[in-house]
C-alpha cells in the first residue's frame, strides 16, 4: 500500500539542462498521481496532476504515467535556478479516502 | 485570499508539555489532513478528516490528537506521550475524497528542547 519509490538524490544540473525525476509503484490500480514542489522550510507545492497513462504537458513541465512499467516521470526543460527544490511524488490512496501516499522526495539543484 | 493558514510557523516545546498547533482553511474544502515530515522520510500521515466531527487515524497518530468542530479548523495536539516530536508539520486540505489533488499549508517547525 506504502509502495511509492523515488531515489533521493540529491540531483545537481547546470543551468538549461532537461531534468527527469523519477518515481516507480506498485500497485497497478493506482490511477491519480501528483507532482508537488517544496522549497527549502516552505509547505509542498502542487506542480502536476495527472490520471491514467500519458502525457501531461504545463509550461516547462511535462509528467508522464507509464502504466506498463509502473513509472511516473517529471520533465522539467530549460531548467531554472528557482526550480532547485524538493520534487515529491504522490499517488491518491483511495481506500483511505483521499489520503495521499508520498515518495521521500528527491532534492535539485540547478547550478547558473 | 484563500489558503491554508498553519501557526505558529515556528514553536519550541519543552519535554513533557503539550503542545497545539493550529491549521485553518477558507477553501470551503470538506477534508482535511496532518502529516509530518522528516528528512530522509518524506511526509506521514498523522490523522485526517473528512466531515465535522470526524476524523481517523493515519499512519503515525500515536501521541497525537485532533478535533475537528469547525470546518474551516483542524488543530493539531503533540501530545507528551510523542516519544520524538521534533520535526515539519503539515497541514493540507481537499475539497472531497474522489481524485480531488490535497493542498497544503506553509508548515510548523516544533522543537523540543
Given at each position: 500500500q506504502k509502495e511509492v519509490e523515488q531515489d533521493p538524490g540529491p540531483l545537481s544540473v547546470p543551468e538549461g539542462a532537461i531534468v527527469s525525476l523519477n518515481c516507480t509503484y506498485s500497485n497497478?490500480?493506482?490511477q491519480y498521481f501528483m507532482w508537488y514542489r517544496q522549497y527549502s522550510r516552505k509547505g509542498p507545492e502542487l506542480l502536476m496532476y495527472t490520471y491514467s497513462s500519458g502525457n501531461k504537458e504545463d509550461g516547462r513541465f511535462t509528467a508522464q504515467v507509464d502504466k506498463s512499467s509502473k513509472y511516473i516521470s517529471l520533465f522539467i526543460r530549460?531548467?531554472?535556478?528557482?526550480?532547485s527544490a524538493t520534487y515529491l511524488c504522490a499517488r491518491l490512496d483511495r481506500g483511505s479516502q483521499g489520503n495521499l501516499i508520498f515518495g521521500k522526495g528527491t532534492k535539485l539543484s540547478v547550478k547558473p | 485570499d484563500g489558503g491554508i493558514t498553519q501557526s505558529p510557523k515556528y514553536l519550541f516545546r519543552k519535554e513533557g508539555q503539550n503542545v497545539t498547533l493550529s491549521c485553518e482553511q477558507n477553501l470551503n474544502h470538506d477534508a482535511m489532513y496532518w502529516y509530518r515530515q522528516d528528512p530522509g522520510q518524506g511526509l506521514r500521515l498523522i490523522y485526517y478528516s473528512q466531515i465535522v466531527n470526524d476524523f481517523q487515524k493515519g499512519d503515525i497518530a500515536e501521541g497525537y490528537s485532533v478535533s475537528r468542530e469547525k470546518k474551516e479548523s483542524f488543530p493539531l495536539t503533540v501530545t507528551s506521550a510523542q516519544k520524538n516530536p521534533t520535526a515539519f508539520y503539515l497541514c493540507a486540505s481537499t475539497p472531497g475524497s474522489s481524485g480531488n489533488t490535497i493542498y497544503f499549508g506553509e508548515g510548523s517547525w516544533l522543537t523540543v528542547v
Amino acid at each position: 500500500q506504502k509502495e511509492v519509490e523515488q531515489d533521493p538524490g540529491p540531483l545537481s544540473v547546470p543551468e538549461g539542462a532537461i531534468v527527469s525525476l523519477n518515481c516507480t509503484y506498485s500497485n497497478s490500480a493506482f490511477q491519480y498521481f501528483m507532482w508537488y514542489r517544496q522549497y527549502s522550510r516552505k509547505g509542498p507545492e502542487l506542480l502536476m496532476y495527472t490520471y491514467s497513462s500519458g502525457n501531461k504537458e504545463d509550461g516547462r513541465f511535462t509528467a508522464q504515467v507509464d502504466k506498463s512499467s509502473k513509472y511516473i516521470s517529471l520533465f522539467i526543460r530549460d531548467s531554472q535556478p528557482s526550480d532547485s527544490a524538493t520534487y515529491l511524488c504522490a499517488r491518491l490512496d483511495r481506500g483511505s479516502q483521499g489520503n495521499l501516499i508520498f515518495g521521500k522526495g528527491t532534492k535539485l539543484s540547478v547550478k547558473p | 485570499d484563500g489558503g491554508i493558514t498553519q501557526s505558529p510557523k515556528y514553536l519550541f516545546r519543552k519535554e513533557g508539555q503539550n503542545v497545539t498547533l493550529s491549521c485553518e482553511q477558507n477553501l470551503n474544502h470538506d477534508a482535511m489532513y496532518w502529516y509530518r515530515q522528516d528528512p530522509g522520510q518524506g511526509l506521514r500521515l498523522i490523522y485526517y478528516s473528512q466531515i465535522v466531527n470526524d476524523f481517523q487515524k493515519g499512519d503515525i497518530a500515536e501521541g497525537y490528537s485532533v478535533s475537528r468542530e469547525k470546518k474551516e479548523s483542524f488543530p493539531l495536539t503533540v501530545t507528551s506521550a510523542q516519544k520524538n516530536p521534533t520535526a515539519f508539520y503539515l497541514c493540507a486540505s481537499t475539497p472531497g475524497s474522489s481524485g480531488n489533488t490535497i493542498y497544503f499549508g506553509e508548515g510548523s517547525w516544533l522543537t523540543v528542547v
